[in-house]
């Protein structure tokens, strides 16, 4: 009852900043988070960030604290993922998700969300 898409990955040089979009449509009732998570090739998907969408409450995994910020556009139906100094490790698949009932982990287990986007492509050069 949810599709996502995102938009807005490219490839940029190292310390250059890109901003990610995730277009909302549909609802469910039981949704609590929205969040980004990336991966490359062989290795598990991590969770980037993350915002409550009861109280706005931010979460973001320490290598990029300080570099993102996750934000929302209620009046567009859009998640965003602002990303300044980039860097090479930087480079992965991006994905935005919603969570839903059954809540299975905390906000940074893949396995929480239920819906999930078709990724959008970082890469960042040095």
């Known amino acids: 009852q949810v599709q996502l898409v995102e938009s807005g990955g490219d490839s940029v040089q190292a310390g250059g900043s890109l901003r990610l979009s995730c277009a909302v449509s549909?609802?469910?009732?039981?949704?609590?988070?929205m969040g980004w998570f990336r991966q490359n090739p062989g290795k598990e998907r991590e969770g980037v960030a993350a915002i409550s969408t009861h109280y706005g409450d931010t979460y973001y995994t320490d290598s990029v604290k300080g570099r993102f910020a996750i934000s929302r556009d209620n009046a567009k139906n859009t998640l965003y993922l602002q990303m300044n100094s980039l860097k090479p490790e930087d480079t992965a698949v991006y994905y935005c998700?919603?969570?839903?009932?059954?809540?299975?982990?905390?906000?940074?287990?893949?396995?929480?969300?239920?819906?999930w986007g078709q990724g959008t492509q970082v890469t960042v050069s040095s």
């Open positions: 998700a919603v969570d839903s009932f059954p809540y299975e982990g905390r906000w940074f287990s893949s396995k929480r969300y239920h819906y």
């Open positions: 549909g609802w469910s009732d039981s949704t609590t988070l």
